[in-house]
């Protein structure tokens, strides 16, 4: 079965300007996670939607959210870019959502550089 | 906010040898402890995971070790092999979300 789906795969936009990546689970996957990757951070969570509502939310300024729809797949929009917005953003998704479950499986990743 | 650390940003080893990657937590409500592995360009995948009720799980010939009460576990990689070369995260979970903190990532070397 397909595997996790992020796109775009590259992305270039200017400082100020707002951006929207896009996460498609696996089929039957109900939850979809989001994360961040940079050098200094390494893996950084921003949150967690389940059935179309957020979960969990990791420490991101409010300049980043998310929303889920009724198929599963998820966006992610960041406002007012910043340079150090600069970063590989991964989807995660998995079946459930707890401890029982926590056998993620990530997409590619959006890369994303801020000028 | 550094709950998860591998102080260890590289590992370099022969092939045909062991291979061990350490991690640290500061969390003791950590419930489920995973390590991913990272491939450039490509998503982590799932390599492993265990349980804090458990000390060790094997699959193959990757185990990892949990010592709780040093808040420390461990991937053992053995026998090493080149195609085992990539960048290694461990990750711990709290019990009942999806929320995972990761590590820094340590990058595994293996040479032929």
């Known amino acids: 079965k397909a595997g996790v789906t992020q796109t775009p795969r590259y992305l270039i936009k200017t400082r100020g300007q707002q951006v929207t990546l896009s996460c498609s689970p696996i089929?039957?996957?109900?939850?979809v996670s989001w994360y961040q990757q940079t050098p200094g951070q390494g893996l950084q969570f921003l949150f967690e939607?389940?059935?179309?509502?957020?979960?969990n939310k990791g420490n991101f300024p409010g300049r980043f959210s998310g929303r889920q729809f009724s198929n599963s797949r998820s966006e992610m929009n960041v406002s007012t870019l910043e340079l150090g917005d600069s970063a590989l953003y991964l989807c995660?998704?998995?079946?459930?959502?707890?401890?029982?479950?926590?056998?993620?499986?990530f997409g590619q990743g959006t890369r994303l550089t801020v000028v | 906010d550094q709950q998860v650390k591998q102080n260890s940003p590289s590992l370099s080893v022969q092939e045909g040898r062991i291979s061990i990657l350490n991690c640290d937590y500061t969390?003791?409500?950590?419930?489920?402890f995973l390590w991913y592995k990272k491939y450039p360009a490509e998503g982590p995948t799932f390599l492993i995971s265990?349980?804090?009720?458990?000390d060790k799980n094997e699959d193959g010939r990757f185990t990892v070790f949990l010592n709780k009460s040093a808040k420390h576990l461990s991937l053992h990689i053995v026998p090493s092999q080149p195609g085992d070369s990539a960048v290694y995260f461990c990750?711990?979970?709290?019990?009942?979300?999806?929320?995972?903190?990761f590590g820094a990532g340590t990058r595994l070397t293996v040479k032929p």
């Open positions: 995660a998704s998995s079946f459930l959502t707890g401890a029982l479950n926590t056998e993620a499986f």
């Open positions: 089929s039957g996957h109900r939850s």
């Open positions: 939607y389940f059935s179309e509502t957020q979960r």
């Open positions: 969390n003791s409500m950590f419930d489920y």
């Open positions: 265990i349980s804090s009720i458990k």
């Open positions: 990750a711990a979970v709290l019990g009942g979300n999806n929320d995972m903190r």
